[in-house]
């Protein structure tokens, strides 16, 4: 999972980012919209949502706008018909790309998805030639200093966890979807603080990056379809060295 793992710290730096721009707030709010649409507006027994919310006040979201966004999905207020769509693709390298967008325009998405792929030297692919090479999982994170790596190894594992790595500075615990639920909430009937969870699709095997050259492509592309204002989510399946990581945040600051 050390894929993985570097590539969500990515995505939280990234996050802080977008949060400043208030770019952050419009793609949790879609989400927000979409699960109360098709669960409920009450996060008591809609996970999603419930997982949602404190992401949304994490990022320092108003209250108005988490409110709004669910009042959208369950009819309370007007909004827009969202549709979701995952787009697949390839990157230089042979790295999978999957793309997942919440869109009120099919046609726009596909077109700005289509330009930023193309820019990049890299192609669309078709439904589910990537996508089988991943799988839908739970990921749920708890800073180190906020639980003992044993207590809370056996408390996931006793809940249907499939497994949970030490990061260093947090504990990432891995669920299959259907154990997510049960799983976080017994992390919350504990009292443990969750820092980060989320549903996601994390790759089967991953394809190591050694050249930095390759590296700062990948995430640029990465970043140009993120950009995109109907892109949710970014899955891929390559795994950046621990030097190239910190050479590229070198160049960053």
Not at 21 to 31: L, T
Request: contains cysteine; charged residues 30%.
């Amino acid at each position: 999972m050390s894929g993985h793992s570097k590539w969500s710290t990515i995505k939280h730096k990234k996050a802080a980012a977008d949060a400043k721009r208030g770019k952050a707030f419009s793609k949790i709010a879609k989400e927000m919209t979409v699960a109360a649409r098709q669960s409920g507006g009450d996060p008591a027994v809609n996970i999603t949502l419930r997982t949602l919310i404190q992401k949304a006040r994490s990022a320092n979201m108003p209250a108005d706008n988490i409110e709004r966004a669910i009042k959208k999905g369950t009819g309370e207020l007007e909004g827009e018909q969202m549709d979701e769509i995952m787009y697949e693709g390839y990157a230089p390298g042979g790295i999978a790309i999957i793309v997942q967008v919440l869109t009120d325009n099919k046609n726009r998405s596909a077109a700005e998805v289509r330009h930023v792929f193309t820019k990049n030297n890299s192609t669309l692919a078709g439904q589910g030639s990537v996508s089988r090479s991943f799988n839908r999982k739970g990921v749920i994170e708890v800073a180190s200093s906020d639980a003992d790596e044993d207590e809370l190894l056996e408390l996931a594992l006793e809940c249907g966890a499939e497994d949970m790595t030490n990061e260093g500075e947090y504990f990432e615990i891995i669920t299959e979807p259907t154990a997510y639920p049960d799983v976080l909430g017994k992390l919350e009937e504990k009292d443990v603080p969750v820092k980060n969870s989320e549903l996601t699709l994390l790759p089967e095997t991953y394809m190591p990056v050694t050249d930095a050259s390759q590296a700062k492509s990948l995430m640029n592309f990465v970043e140009a379809l993120e950009d995109l204002d109907d892109v949710q989510n970014v899955y891929a399946n390559f795994d950046i060295s621990d030097e190239i990581m910190e050479q590229l945040e070198g160049e960053a600051t």
